[in-house]
């Protein structure tokens, strides 16, 4: 049996919906649990679906709970990721944001930003999805990957680089985007979406004592298409994801030459429904859908079989 690496990008609601339908396809087409990988790095959205497969609650009840109806989804949803609370933290923002902004223009200016909601509700839907585990940790290797707003570094929880947290309190961290949400605090510091380190982290799995035989690359925030009628902003976010992509790629093969890596990220087809706002739960099942779609061409193609085949799929069931 092959050793597995599992690497759930950041992307938003509607990267977790398109993480949710890659997962899916891949466990339908090959027999293989994502729970079995042997390493699961998780960031931002990513965090939430690296708990949901350590927990075995990757399931469409998590997904839309008791809904029936559309409007019902987009509400549960809704009440899963937004806690609306009054803006704080302006303090915060203007030390750890604004002020170093002016030596380093850019997108840092918003770290630290007070937020209009809490994680809060992220937190409980966690601890109802996963039960006990939301307040301890997975037996297998598992990383979830936030931003120390102090120290402006990348926060491993799960290693030994990181505080010992419960894992619904490093979900949180790690998905609190700027402006949205609220930093989470820990131990008096500071902590804020992963993805303002890195999209993927998957230069962690680097950490594993073994090479791995295949590592499997879940990227929303790197396509390499574009819609029509796209927003400025989102060829600028996926040249960023995807050049730092290539980077953390190109260190892991060079460390781990004979190991093969296959990197999914959503097509033109569901990009229409992923951008260009990301944080949209109407936009969830809608983009759920069309990734299970498009992973119908993407696993056909005779590269990626190939090489699934090579590794994880149960030749029995197929």
Same mark, same amino acid.
């Not at 997904?63 to 990721?81: A, C």
């Not at 790690?174 to 303002?196: C, H, K, N, Q, W």
């Given at each position: 049996m092959s050793s597995v690496g599992l690497v759930l990008g950041g992307g938003g609601i509607?990267?977790?919906?398109?993480?949710?339908?890659?997962?899916f396809a891949l466990q339908m087409a090959t027999g293989w649990d994502p729970d079995s990988a042997d390493v699961v790095v998780g960031t931002s959205a990513g965090s939430f679906i690296a708990a949901m497969v350590r927990g075995g609650a990757l399931n469409l009840?998590?997904?839309? *709970?008791?809904?029936?109806? &559309?409007?019902?989804? #987009?509400?549960?949803?809704?009440?899963?990721?937004?806690?609306r609370i009054r803006p704080r933290g302006l303090l915060r923002w203007v030390r750890t944001g604004i002020v170093p902004s002016i030596t380093r223009p850019g997108l840092s200016v918003a770290l630290g930003s007070p937020g209009i909601y809490t994680t809060d509700a992220m937190v409980g839907w966690v601890e109802d999805s996963l039960g006990e585990l *939301?307040?301890?940790?997975? &037996?297998?290797?598992? #990383?979830?990957v936030a931003h120390d707003l102090k120290s402006r570094t990348r926060v491993p929880f799960g290693t030994e680089a990181a505080p010992v947290v419960p894992l619904k309190v490093a979900v949180a961290a790690?998905?609190?985007?700027?402006?949205?949400?609220?930093?989470?605090?820990?131990?008096?510091?500071?902590?804020?979406?992963?993805?303002?380190s890195s999209g993927t982290s998957i230069d962690l799995l680097l950490a594993n004592p073994d090479p791995l035989d295949l590592v499997i690359i879940v990227a929303p925030m790197a396509a390499t298409g574009t819609r029509r009628g796209g927003r400025f902003y989102e060829e600028i976010l996926d040249r960023v994801g995807?050049?730092?992509?290539?980077?953390?790629?190109?260190?892991?093969?060079?460390e781990w030459p004979d190991t093969d890596v296959l990197v999914f990220r959503p097509d033109e087809r569901v990009l229409e429904l992923t951008r260009g706002n990301p944080m949209s739960v109407e936009a969830a099942i809608p983009s759920f859908l069309a990734t299970l779609r498009s992973m119908r061409d993407e696993l056909a193609h005779p590269s990626t079989w190939s090489t699934l085949e090579r590794h994880i799929v149960d030749t029995v069931r197929v």
């Open positions: 509607t990267g977790a919906s398109y993480h949710f339908g890659t997962l009840d998590t997904m839309v *709970g008791n809904s029936r109806k &559309d409007e019902d989804v #987009v509400d549960w949803l809704s009440s899963n990721v937004y806690r *939301g307040d301890a940790w997975p &037996d297998r290797p598992t #990383v979830i790690s998905s609190a985007v700027p402006l949205i949400f609220e930093p989470v605090t820990i131990d008096g510091r500071d902590y804020i979406d992963g993805g303002v995807r050049t730092a992509l290539a980077a953390e790629v190109d260190l892991l093969k060079k």
